[in-house]
């Protein structure tokens, strides 16, 4: 008789072995099984986030567009108040009415005629971008590196644009070409 120590299994090595190799393949098999929708979703979820991350990066540039516009039209709308507070302010200065003058007194015809001689040297400082002021007798006033420049007539008006040099239409030159004559003629007697 044998000790129980050395009895012999019922299986041989051998039916271990392809017992062992069966049970790796059913749980390989298994597990591939198990594993491949896992697989898929989680492919299918890693698609979704980045079409997601896509999305996000999307939007926040198109936030990032939409900061920078409405800053743009912050800035406009202060400026443009701005403006309209000045607008505002002038016309208000220009439309002061006192009581017991009447509308127009406050000048003469002679000074309103001045200013239609003067007007278009007006228009040309202003299209020149030429800062000046209209002085109290219907004089342009222009200060140019500290000195006062100021046109009270025609002459006085070309003279004003040569100075500023400011260029001067055919009809200017010839205007003053005809005083320049005239005060050589008045000069010449």
């Known amino acids: 008789m044998s000790s129980p120590d050395q009895q012999e299994s019922p299986c041989s090595k051998k039916d ?18 198990l594993l491949n929708p896992v697989q ?58 006192f009581r017991g003058i009447a509308e127009g007194a406050e000048q003469a015809p002679e000074a309103l005629e001045k200013r239609k001689l003067l007007k ?7 299209e020149a971008k030429v800062r000046f002021r209209w002085s109290a007798t219907s004089n342009i006033t222009v200060y140019k590196d500290g000195s006062l420049i100021q046109a009270s007539n025609l002459k006085t008006g070309l003279l004003l644009l040569q100075k500023l040099n400011i260029p001067l239409t055919a009809e200017e030159e010839a205007l003053q070409a005809d005083s320049t004559t005239e005060n050589s003629q008045a000069s010449g007697e």
Not at 16 to 33: G, N, V, W
Not at 43 to 57: F, K, S
Not at 75 to 94: A, C, D, F, P, V
């Open 16 to 33: 271990l072995q392809e017992l062992k190799e069966d049970l790796q393949t059913f749980f390989k098999a298994s597990m591939t099984e």
């Open 40 to 97: 898929a979703k989680l492919d299918e979820l890693t698609e979704g986030l980045r079409a997601a991350g896509h999305a996000v990066e999307s939007a926040l540039e198109m936030a990032e567009k939409v900061q920078n516009k409405v800053a743009a039209l912050k800035r406009s709308e202060t400026i443009m108040q701005t403006k309209t507070i000045h607008l505002e302010n002038r016309w208000r200065l220009l439309n002061l009415k």
């Open 120 to 126: 278009p040297f007006s228009e040309k400082l202003l």
